[in-house]
Structures are given as C-alpha cells and as structure tokens.
C-alpha cells in the first residue's frame, strides 16, 4: 500500500503551469518536467568532478541558454526589466525553487544582486554530499539560468557569478548579475 503524498492546496506556478490532456505539463508554450534536486545536483557534480572548470562553464552555458529562452519567453507576459526578474522570482518561488530573501538593482550599472535563502542546487548538493562543505560555490546552473533569464529580460546580456554559498556554509547563495563587458569574470 503506497501512502499517498498531496501538495499543499496550492496551484503549481500561481496556476501558469498546466496539465494538457496527453498529462504533459506546459507553460510558455513550453513542455516541462521535474526532476529531484538530488539528480541534477549528482550530473553536476559528476561532470565537474570529471571535467573540472570546463564542465562549470558548460553547464554555466546550459543554464544560460535556457534561461534566456524563459527570459525571452517571459517579456510578453511580465513586460520585460527588473519588474519582469521580481515576477519571474515569484514565479520561481511558487513551484518551489527557492524563495528569494533579498533582491538589489542599481539601475545605473545595470548591476542586480539576489539572495537566495538556498537554491536547489544547494539543497541537491546537500542531499549527496551529507555534512560536507564545499570548496566553491556549487549553484552553477542556477547561476547560468538566472543570468539567462535576466538577459532575455533586459534584451542584453548578463554574466552571473555566485559569490555566497550555502554549500559553502555561508548564510545564503549570492548571485552578482552584471551586464556582460562591465567586469570580467572567472569561474573559480
Ligand atoms: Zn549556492
């Protein structure tokens, strides 16, 4: 006898996420599906532990381009800019990505800086590697994703570098969000 689990009475995505008849689940006009936070934070790791830096950039490069296709995606629906990175958070928020303690935006430089209170990413990492603290940031996906989603919001582009980790055991994963060209930037 399997006991069976229900969500809170909550609709997925504030309602943007719909089940279609063939059970597929779609939203942007976009097909999605949903993983454990355990298995994407294992391919990570496993590329990274194999392949080192240039698997970082990779996956960094995979998140980006997927990002942008939701930031692209998102301009129609939340009408682009800062205001459109606020949504797009709650949006991340209600499926249950991660819930954003502090987000900035100097308008001037363009610069955006977003405290997640944890990513997934973190919390998948925490799920294989139990009591351990990683050396570097681990959210890299979450990093590219982010800066993806933030140039497709702002129609220019967008490095990110996560500069707190709670993988790391700081208190929260820190992105700094940084129109492409104003610093460079390394992947540690
Ligand atoms: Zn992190």
Request: charged share 25%; hydrophobic share 40%; glycine share 12%.
């Amino acid at each position: 006898m399997y006991e069976r689990y229900v969500m809170a009475d909550r609709q997925l995505g504030a309602g943007m996420f719909q089940v279609n008849d063939d059970d597929e689940i779609h939203a942007f006009n976009r097909q999605w599906v949903f993983f454990s936070v355990a298995l994407l934070a294992n391919m990570v790791d496993r590329l990274v532990g194999l392949l080192g830096p240039v698997a970082k950039r990779q996956i960094y490069e995979a998140g980006f381009s997927s990002g942008k296709i939701a930031g692209d995606r998102m301009r129609q629906y939340f009408g682009g800019g800062i205001d459109q990175i606020k949504q797009h958070l709650d949006l991340i928020k209600n499926m249950g990505w991660g819930r954003v303690k502090d987000i900035q935006y100097d308008q001037s430089s363009g610069k955006i800086v977003i405290d997640f209170h944890r990513t997934w990413e973190a919390a998948g990492f925490g799920e294989v590697h139990p009591g351990e603290k990683q050396k570097a940031a681990t959210c890299i996906l979450c990093a590219g994703l982010y800066a993806g989603a933030a140039s497709g919001a702002f129609e220019k582009t967008y490095e990110a570098e996560e500069v707190l980790c709670v993988s790391k055991g700081d208190p929260v994963c820190r992105f700094e969000f940084t129109p492409a060209g104003e610093i460079k930037k390394v992947l540690k």
